[in-house]
């Protein structure tokens, strides 16, 4: 950091020295006509160039990325976003003026710049700068190029540079940019309505999570940042819109983990007239759709892994799992005392009034989840962790619901909706009673969504995706921290 602040130093003094001369360190600018990457893809396999002569000029702009100095000329490389070129500068070309103002720039710098195209000896594509100008001074040094941006947190802290010295990153980036717009394609194609709900809300309600709390001065009201739009996807179903989704942002007062970032992306959608097990073929649809679009092929590798997408997925209740996979005898499975004490010993924090079927979630994240590394659906989750979905006619004490888990960890949630209002009051009678025993995650009860109930859900199916977790299954990467431009992190100090 003392070398930077050294180089910023000389930096500022070379643009002083260079205002002095009259010259614009940040002028406006529009004429990059040619992109790089189209430069590149239109003449790269080209041995016919035009004659330098009678070529018409191309014109671009870019971040000056080397530098080699032979006295009177100099080979550069200059970069967009786009791609990266060569290009090569003479003092006859340009003349002095300009000649000598090149050399003055420094690597980062933007440059203007207008010229023909030639091969060198070795036969790279190289732009013979027959015009060049300075359009931005960079006032600090990029990392270095061998080394790089290599710390973890401060690749996320200075994701600007990470971004142009990582192209892994980028590429991250413009996956997850294709992720998103091919599941808003598959939605639209099978006539779900994108919409918007509210991301401050009076009563955080639709998931199990600790909300962030603000205040409206104006209102003078407390309101909570969303935990998630379930409770009003459901209201515009009652209102008659039966296929209805949203690509949304949720937040949440939790940890930090290479799975969990307080703020992140979720896709939330609604299907009036189909039950859990219809999303899950649904669900197989879209993500093997997506992983074919995006990675060419269902079967790859994710953290040396290997993954495979084709459809049809395994399917296993959540009492099959904790028995076949977490071995737990059924003298537990049947016993609600002792499936709230091997929870306590195995140190789940459960609070007073936690059930058994608290008790069982907990379980099963620890000695099942870390199991489920093939794509698979787990069923039949319990009604105590489920206080939104529809009870199972086989057995009340579940509910017809599904988690979709790839690598060890879920992928998405859902399950035919409770559409009953006095089960779904009661339900959320029985929340109350958690969150005022202690239990800031459970969910408070809105009237004004059991009112809404009342006039009548239609029969209908529910599902969220995870869209951070799809995007790190799908670019290989291993924290959500490397699929979020910006994650949070503590302050440096």
Same mark, same amino acid.
């Given at each position: 950091m003392e070398d930077d602040n050294i180089l910023r130093q000389q930096r500022i003094k070379k643009s002083q020295e260079l205002r002095d001369q009259g010259v614009d360190l940040y002028p406006s600018f529009n004429g990059a006509e040619n992109k790089i990457g189209e430069i590149l893809s239109l003449f790269a396999?080209?041995? @016919?160039?035009?004659? /330098? &002569? $009678?070529?018409? %000029?191309?014109?671009?702009?870019?971040?000056?990325?080397? #530098?080699?100095?032979? *006295?009177?000329?100099?080979?550069?490389?200059?970069?967009?976003?786009?791609?990266?070129?060569?290009?090569?500068?003479?003092? @006859?070309?340009?003349? /002095? &003026? $300009?000649?000598? %103002?090149?050399?003055?720039?420094?690597?980062?710098?933007? #440059?203007?710049?207008? *010229?023909?195209?030639?091969?060198?000896?070795?036969?790279?594509?190289?732009?013979?700068?027959?015009?060049a100008a300075l359009l931005s001074k960079a006032l600090l040094p990029l990392p270095e190029k061998f080394h790089g941006l290599t710390d973890v947190e401060q690749?996320?802290?200075?994701?600007?540079?990470?971004?142009?010295?990582?192209?892994?990153?980028?590429?991250?980036?413009?996956?997850?940019?294709?992720?998103?717009?091919?599941?808003?394609?598959?939605?639209?194609?099978?006539?779900?309505?994108?919409?918007?709900?509210?991301?401050?809300?009076?009563?955080?309600?639709?998931?199990?999570?600790?909300?962030?709390?603000?205040?409206?001065n104006t209102l003078d009201m407390p309101l909570f940042l969303r935990i998630a739009p379930e409770l009003y996807l459901k209201r515009l179903v009652i209102g008659g819109l039966e296929r209805v989704f949203e690509i949304n942002r949720n937040f949440r007062n939790e940890g930090i983990s290479i799975q969990h970032n307080p703020e992140f992306t979720m896709m939330e959608f609604y299907q009036a007239y189909a039950t859990y097990q219809d999303l899950m073929a649904f669900t197989e649809k879209l993500v093997s759709e997506l992983a074919e679009a995006v990675r060419g092929t269902l079967t790859f590798s994710y953290q040396g892994e290997s993954i495979d997408l084709t459809p049809p997925w395994q399917k296993i209740s959540f009492l099959e799992a904790l028995r076949d996979l977490g071995g737990l005898p059924a003298a537990v499975l049947n016993d609600p005392i002792r499936a709230v004490e091997l929870a306590r010993e195995q140190g789940a924090q459960l609070r007073p009034g936690d059930g058994p079927g608290k008790a069982l979630t907990k379980i099963f994240e620890q000695v099942v989840e870390p199991k489920l590394r093939q794509p698979t659906f787990i069923t039949g989750y319990p009604i105590e962790v489920s206080p939104l979905a529809k009870r199972?006619?086989?057995?009340?004490?579940?509910?017809?619901?599904?988690?979709?888990?790839?690598?060890?960890?879920?992928?998405?949630?859902?399950?035919?909706?409770?559409?009953?209002?006095?089960?779904?009051?009661?339900?959320?009678?029985?929340?109350?009673?958690?969150?005022?025993?202690?239990?800031?995650?459970?969910?408070?009860?809105?009237?004004?969504?059991?009112?809404?109930?009342?006039?009548?859900?239609?029969?209908?199916?529910?599902?969220?995706?995870?869209?951070?977790?799809?995007?790190?299954?799908?670019?290989?990467?291993?924290?959500?921290?490397?699929?979020?431009?910006?994650?949070?992190?503590?302050?440096?100090?």
């Open positions: 396999d080209r041995e @016919d160039l035009p004659a /330098a &002569e $009678t070529a018409p %000029l191309l014109r671009t702009a870019g971040r000056l990325m080397t #530098v080699r100095d032979f *006295g009177k000329s100099l080979f550069f490389h200059v970069q967009d976003g786009t791609g990266r070129m060569q290009g090569y500068l003479k003092k @006859d070309q340009v003349g /002095a &003026e $300009t000649f000598a %103002l090149f050399k003055k720039l420094d690597i980062g710098d933007f #440059v203007g710049l207008a *010229g023909v195209l030639f091969r060198t000896r070795t036969g790279e594509l190289t732009l013979l700068v027959k015009e690749r996320y802290r200075q994701r600007y540079l990470d971004l142009l010295v990582n192209p892994s990153v980028r590429q991250i980036f413009e996956t997850r940019s294709r992720i998103i717009a091919f599941i808003r394609s598959f939605m639209n194609d099978r006539g779900f309505l994108e919409v918007e709900t509210p991301m401050m809300q009076p009563i955080p309600g639709g998931a199990t999570a600790k909300p962030f709390k603000t205040y409206h199972s006619r086989e057995n009340p004490d579940l509910t017809d619901r599904f988690e979709l888990f790839v690598a060890g960890r879920e992928i998405a949630n859902g399950f035919t909706e409770l559409n009953d209002p006095l089960d779904q009051r009661d339900r959320f009678m029985e929340q109350m009673k958690a969150h005022e025993a202690g239990d800031d995650e459970a969910q408070v009860m809105d009237r004004d969504f059991v009112q809404a109930l009342e006039y009548g859900l239609p029969p209908t199916a529910g599902e969220g995706i995870g869209i951070d977790r799809l995007v790190m299954l799908l670019t290989d990467a291993p924290s959500i921290r490397e699929v979020i431009l910006f994650p949070q992190l503590r302050p440096e100090n």
